[in-house]
């Protein structure tokens, strides 16, 4: 299994603070944010990360981590020169994932729950993770069935369709690479993620788990304040 983080991206929802440096090396509590995505993907033993950055900051990030020999990993570098969607990580870093099973996680994405038995008993397919939330229209949505299993996923559905959003963290096999290759750009100019979900969807290959702690997608002040707060407490108790 290799690790993806995505930290590409302008953060324009967090200006001022992010024209001097990026949304993902923005302090939560008592460290950059990166590393609580960064901490994720540790936990489950994953050891070859791929960091993609944008290109104004790609520095202070290899300031920051290193080689990842003192976290006790391997970490390389691709440059994101434009943020064209999620799905184009898996493009980036096609070379990276090669024959491997990949967990990706956003740079900006801090959760409660351990996910590391689910990634580590990983066979085939795809698994992503769902959270309710009070305002599903900025997210990808999931709607279930009776028996809590996914029929239809949609990017910032403009009517109702659950209020499950699609959180921060993809777990595919090494298709996933070719599945992103036949992604086309959305209205929004982007290769969209929830169409690699719906490409393993329509094969009967995707599983989605609920996430039971806190999930914070911090791109915004108020949930970069939450996040700090979150994180201030777990490091009281």
Same mark, same amino acid.
Request: hydrophobic residues 40%; negative net charge; charged residues 25%.
């Given at each position: ?57 790609? @520095? ?24 064209? @969607? ?6 980036? @870093? ?30 085939? @397919?795809?698994h992503v993770f769902a959270k309710k939330v009070p305002d599903p229209e900025r997210f990808g949505v999931v709607k279930f069935n ?92």
């Amino acid at each position: 299994m290799k690790g993806i983080i995505l930290s590409g991206g302008t953060g324009t929802r967090l200006q001022p603070l992010t024209k001097v440096t990026s949304k993902q090396l923005l302090p939560v509590h008592d460290r950059p944010m990166i590393m609580y995505p960064l901490q994720t993907l540790l936990l489950a033993g994953i050891k070859d990360i791929l960091v993609i950055v944008a290109p104004d900051h790609a @520095g202070d990030y290899m300031k920051l981590l290193g080689s990842g020999r003192e976290l006790g990993c391997r970490i390389t570098y691709e440059i994101q020169d434009k943020p064209e @969607g999620l799905a184009q990580a898996f493009i980036i @870093g096609e070379d990276f994932i090669d024959n491997d099973s990949v967990c990706m996680i956003l740079g900006d994405n801090i959760f409660e729950d351990d996910f590391s038995d689910t990634i580590k008993q990983f066979k085939s @397919g795809g698994h992503v993770f769902a959270k309710k939330v009070p305002d599903p229209e900025r997210f990808g949505v999931v709607k279930f069935n009776d028996q809590m299993e996914a029929v239809q996923i949609e990017e910032k559905p403009k009517s109702f369709l659950s209020d499950y959003a699609i959180t921060g963290l993809y777990i595919y096999d090494r298709r996933v690479v070719e599945a992103a290759k036949q992604v086309k750009p959305s209205n929004r100019g982007e290769l969209e993620i929830t169409e690699l979900h719906n490409w393993y969807l329509k094969r009967g290959e995707l599983q989605v788990s609920i996430v039971k702690g806190e999930w914070i997608d911090a791109g915004t002040f108020e949930s970069l304040f939450r996040a700090a707060e979150l994180m201030r407490k777990k490091h009281l108790k």
